[in-house]
């Protein structure tokens, strides 16, 4: 059993984690942490992620449970999740970090904790996704030098705070290795009133928000003539929360070090 604890149990994500443990007949949810004014503390785990009564009751502090947990789970912020991991790499536990929108310094921070404990980082815990990557590079170094303007469109829901998504860069990173291309110079982040011709090199990026979008990623390879789409779209959160959860186990039998789900999944 691997013993697996839910930061930021009461959001979006938290509540899909905490049925993704419960679910998951090889853990046990040791835990969820809520902020520690809330109203929550002291509640159920289960209740609150409408799964019935667990017996878990919900915590203000980490610190309160780190002991008895394996792994802990985070899809929170950037500044709550390097608070947690700091905690996490002084006790030797474990951590699934899921959160985006890591500024350079904050990533190298993180850097820095995976050489005290094993984590897994990835800014998409889908099998799909992961495993676009791969297609994403394929198609780049067949396209991308040939002719074919590369796009990446990604929608999320309204009360999403970080732009363009942590996928999306991924999935833009990918598409850059692969040709030897540098996000940092090539990446085009908006466009607005007389921007000239688009470059030949150029990734841009644009987001739509609005309403309950799960989720939803296309790279969009446009040549004069034709145009491939490769698109990936998340109807449910708990495909996210699998991923994590399956993160959890796989980091039991690893060293210290930084992961990604494509770790996890062996796409490498
Ligand atoms: N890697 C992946 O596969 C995925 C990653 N994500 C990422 O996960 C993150 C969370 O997304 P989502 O669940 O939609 O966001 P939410 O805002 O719904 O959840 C974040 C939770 O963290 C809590 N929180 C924030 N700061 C603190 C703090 N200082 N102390 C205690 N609790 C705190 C919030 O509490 P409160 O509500 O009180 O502010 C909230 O409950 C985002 O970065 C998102 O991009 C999302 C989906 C998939
Ligand atoms: O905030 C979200 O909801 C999501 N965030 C992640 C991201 O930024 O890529 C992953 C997923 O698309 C949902």
Redesign the pocket.
């Known amino acids: 059993m691997t013993r697996i604890a839910v930061s930021g149990a009461a959001g979006?994500?938290g509540k899909m984690l905490l049925e993704a443990v419960e679910r998951d007949e090889q853990a046990s949810l040791a835990g969820g942490v809520v902020r520690p004014d809330s109203s929550l503390v002291g509640a159920d785990a289960g209740e609150l992620a409408g799964l019935g009564r667990l017996g878990v009751p919900l915590v203000g502090k980490l610190d309160e449970i780190i002991d008895d947990i394996d792994v802990l789970i985070d899809f929170t912020t950037p500044t709550l999740t390097l608070a947690n991991l700091a905690l996490c790499a002084e006790r030797g536990k474990r951590m699934v970090i899921?959160t985006?929108?890591l500024d350079d310094d904050q990533q190298a921070a993180l850097a820095d904790y995976a050489g005290q404990v094993p984590l897994v980082f990835a800014?998409?815990?889908?099998t799909g996704?992961n495993l676009s990557l791969n297609l994403l590079a394929t198609a780049a170094r067949a396209l991308g030098d040939a002719g074919f303007d590369i796009e990446v469109i990604?929608a999320?829901?309204r009360?999403?705070?970080?732009a363009?998504?942590?996928?999306?860069?991924?999935m833009g990173r990918a598409v850059a290795e692969a040709l030897g291309r540098d996000l940092q110079k090539d990446g085009v982040f908006q466009r607005v009133g007389h921007t000239g011709a688009r470059s030949a090199r150029e990734i841009g990026f644009s987001t739509v928000r609005g309403g309950d979008i799960?989720?939803?990623?296309t790279v969009l390879f446009a040549a004069e003539g034709e145009r491939l789409e490769l698109s990936h779209k998340?109807s449910s959160?708990l495909t996210?929360g699998r991923g994590a959860v399956r993160a959890a186990h796989w980091l039991m039998t690893r060293d210290a070090g930084q992961y990604d789900m494509q770790d996890v999944l062996g796409l490498k």
């Open positions: 979006r994500m899921g985006t929108g800014a998409n815990m889908s996704v990604e999320h829901h009360h999403k705070v970080d363009p998504s942590g996928t999306a860069l991924m799960v989720g939803e990623h998340a959160r996210f």
